[in-house]
């Protein structure tokens, strides 16, 4: 069964402590993996997507990396601003059927303290 | 902003009734997903239309319907409601049907008292 794993479930960080989230995946062929950011009561605010082992993207001060088994998102330097749930997702390969089915994780929840 | 619109926003109502979701996707974009987020289950996939046809299904309800119009704003029916029925509800919209980035709308929160 394809699933998506996040650790930690929450994380505190002070402002400026660097660190990096977890996001562990099983699924059968990956077509893609996508990091989103949700504020609550909003909707996820998409950040990065990833396609194939050894890939990495930026964007300030987060950056993503993947590999056959997990992927990271690094979070330099930290900003309270920068306090959400970071969400992955996981698009599987379906064969013939070629769905766009996100499969979620149940996030980490960021706090930056300043 | 995602360009993704729903509404209503809030949405409260009683058990056994039935509500209407509205979404428009983005401009352009011919793929629709609904999802359902609650505090236990997270963020879960219930079903996916594509230039109005029906594309995929995940864990829905069959209380729960959906449909994709020619305009390709899309709504999702939920009838014979229950108190687990309360939740956030996203519409996410794609270019095509597969692979690309999905973009979520604010979400309506449902409350079945």
């Known amino acids: 069964e394809d699933q998506v794993t996040q650790s930690p479930e929450a994380l505190r960080l002070q402002e400026g402590e660097s660190s990096s989230l977890n996001c562990s995946y099983t699924?059968?062929?990956?077509?893609?993996l996508f990091w989103y950011r949700q504020d609550p009561g909003k909707g996820p605010e998409f950040l990065f997507t990833?396609?194939?082992a050894g890939e990495e993207k930026e964007k300030e001060r987060l950056k993503a990396t993947l590999t056959k088994k997990e992927s990271f998102l690094h979070i330099t330097a930290p900003k309270p601003e920068d306090s959400a749930t970071y969400l992955c997702?996981?698009?599987?390969?379906?064969?013939?059927?070629?769905?766009?089915?996100?499969?979620f994780g149940q996030g980490t929840t960021l706090q930056v303290k300043p | 902003d995602s360009g993704v619109t729903q509404t209503p926003k809030h949405l409260i109502t009683a058990t056994g009734q039935r509500v209407t979701l509205r979404c428009s996707p983005r401009s352009g974009d011919l793929s629709v997903y609904w999802y359902q987020q609650s505090l236990d289950q997270g963020l879960q996939f219930l079903i996916q239309y594509y230039n109005g046809e029906e594309r995929a299904k995940g864990n829905i309800l069959e209380r729960f319907s959906a449909q994709q119009f020619p305009d390709l704003h899309s709504e999702l029916n939920l009838s014979s409601l229950e108190l687990g029925d309360s939740a956030l509800y996203f519409c996410?919209?794609?270019?095509?049907?597969?692979?690309?980035?999905?973009?979520f709308g604010p979400g309506t929160r449902l409350l079945v008292l």
């Open positions: 996410a919209s794609s270019p095509g049907r597969y692979q690309e980035t999905q973009y």
């Open positions: 990833l396609y194939s």
């Open positions: 699924v059968s062929g990956l077509r893609g």
């Open positions: 997702a996981v698009q599987a390969l379906w064969g013939s059927s070629n769905t766009g089915k996100l499969i």
